[in-house]
């Protein structure tokens, strides 16, 4: 899994001031919005920590609020408060319903981020050995190597339903 990293944000009145990093999270198949905890799960497996803020709360915005509320599309002039602290990026900047927002990402410690780098590989390669144990417990006869691939498959396919707590 390729973790996102600081890049330079490209807003411009070509692009109304909206910007979104091009590793940011996308929702799983294609879908419009995220499913609950979808981004949550996305933003913990990239070992990053969020800050949303939106244009009408941003104080140092109200000349681009006052033209966003008077139908001005390009907000291209707010320049979103980075959150204070070290380590911010800035990931996004997106029309929502409820108004323009940034978002901003900052690594957790490093030990986090690894963690969290390796729990989603194993993830990933536990869902590989589960259809393969399905492969292999489906191309069986019947019979004790059917029975004995039917348990193997069972056990890696609850193996990771343990817990629901991280």
């Known amino acids: 899994m390729k973790l996102i990293q600081p890049v330079t944000p490209e807003r411009n009145a070509d692009n109304l001031g909206f910007w979104t990093h091009p590793d940011f999270f996308e929702p799983a198949n294609g879908n419009e919005y995220p499913a609950p905890g979808e981004f949550e799960a996305w933003a913990k497996a990239q070992g990053v920590e969020v ?82 144990a399905y492969e292999y417990f489906t191309a069986c006869s019947v019979g004790d190597e059917r029975t004995i691939a039917h348990q193997i498959y069972q056990v890696l396919r609850t193996a990771t339903r343990v817990s629901s707590h991280d």
Not at 98 to 122: C, H, M, N
């Open 51 to 132: 800050y949303t803020l939106s244009l009408d709360v941003d104080p140092a915005a109200d000349d681009v609020q006052a033209a966003y509320e008077s139908g001005e599309a390009d907000v291209s002039a707010w320049n979103p408060t980075q959150p204070n602290g070290e380590g911010w990026f800035l990931a996004s900047v997106h029309d929502t319903e409820d108004g323009p927002y940034s978002v901003w990402l900052r690594r957790t410690t490093e030990e986090q981020a690894e963690i969290a780098r390796l729990k989603s590989e194993f993830l990933e390669k536990h869902q590989v050995a589960i259809t393969a």
